[in-house]
């Protein structure tokens, strides 16, 4: 998995095993971005260097779950991953937003804020509401 990324304390490897433990409770506490990419995948080696320094700057606020797709593709499925990478933000237990393809830094910092600020004032109790609140 994009093998020159190192992990922190706010992100971390998510395999079909784990996910509902590592995504979906840990969303209940704090946002969880979701990557779902792929070695081969040469967007998901420009987006994965920016997920990670943001991260660390954002220390802690949000959390990082990083899936390989090739060795995980259940959570794609699951997900109804297009392309890749595809980026899926969970709060409360719910998806609540996502993005797909390489983006620029201004772009990701909007986006994380925004989920930051909907997931501090309490989320929707389904994922259909949890779109819906996106548009």
Not at 8 to 22: A, G, H, I, K, P
Not at 60 to 67: A, E, K, Q, T, Y
Request: hydrophobic share 45%; with cysteine.
């Amino acid at each position: 998995m994009i093998g020159v990324i190192s992990l922190s304390d706010f992100s971390y490897n998510v395999e079909e095993s784990d996910f509902d433990q590592l995504v979906v409770l840990r969303s209940h506490e704090k946002p969880v971005l979701v990557d779902i990419s792929a070695d081969w995948c040469a967007p998901c080696r420009v987006l994965a260097p920016l997920l990670h320094k943001l991260v660390v700057a954002y220390d802690g606020r949000f959390l990082l779950g990083i899936v390989d797709a090739d060795e995980n593709m259940k959570i794609a499925g699951r997900h109804k991953v297009r392309g890749f990478p595809t980026v899926v933000a969970y709060s409360h237990g719910v998806e609540i937003d996502r993005f797909h393809s390489a983006q620029t830094e201004g772009f990701l910092r909007r986006f994380i804020d925004g989920v930051i600020e909907r997931h501090a004032a309490g989320m929707p109790q389904s994922a259909a509401e949890g779109m819906a609140v996106r548009e």
